[in-house]
C-alpha cells in the first residue's frame, strides 16, 4: 500500500498576496483557482496538480487564523538555501530564524512568516551519509 501527502490547506486573509508570497519565495505554479459551491479555492504548489501542494482557503470574514504557539506550520526542502532566502528577501520576506546549521546531519535552515503569520521552515538538506 502506498500513501502519499496530497495537500496541506493554509487559512489566508488574502489570496492574491499568499499566492504571490508562494510564487516569488518559492517558484510555485497556480494549479488550480476556482471555487466550490460559491467558496473560493486556490491549489499552489511546486509540480503537477497530482503532487503535493497547498490549498490556500480565505479565512471566514472576521476569522482569525489559528495560533501556533511558535511551532511550524510547514516545513520546505529546498536545494539551495541561499538562493531561496535571496529570492524571499526580493520580496521582502527576511528569516526571523536563521539561517543557521546544525553540525551533526549538516542541515541548513531558517524560519519565515507567510503573509498570514504560518511559520515556514526552509530547510537544505546536509550531505546523506551510508548507514553501511
Not at 21 to 38: V, Y
Not at 52 to 66: F, I, R
Not at 80 to 100: H, N, Q
Request: with cysteine; glycine share 12%.
Amino acid at each position: 500500500m502506498t500513501t502519499t501527502i496530497g495537500r496541506t490547506v493554509l487559512l489566508c486573509r488574502d489570496l492574491d498576496a499568499s499566492a504571490a508570497f508562494w510564487a516569488d519565495g518559492f517558484g510555485f505554479g497556480t494549479l488550480f483557482r476556482g471555487e466550490t459551491e460559491g467558496f473560493p479555492l486556490l491549489h499552489v504548489g511546486p509540480g503537477r496538480v497530482d503532487e503535493p501542494g497547498l490549498w490556500l482557503v480565505p479565512l471566514p470574514d472576521g476569522g482569525a487564523p489559528l495560533v501556533r504557539h511558535g511551532l511550524p506550520n510547514l516545513v520546505l526542502y529546498v536545494d539551495d538555501l541561499d538562493a531561496t532566502l535571496a529570492r524571499l528577501a526580493a520580496a521582502g520576506v527576511e528569516p526571523f530564524v536563521g539561517p543557521d546549521a546544525d553540525t551533526e546531519s549538516g542541515d541548513r535552515f531558517a524560519h519565515v512568516n507567510d503573509p498570514d503569520g504560518h511559520r515556514v521552515v526552509v530547510v537544505q538538506l546536509g550531505p546523506v551519509s551510508d548507514p553501511a
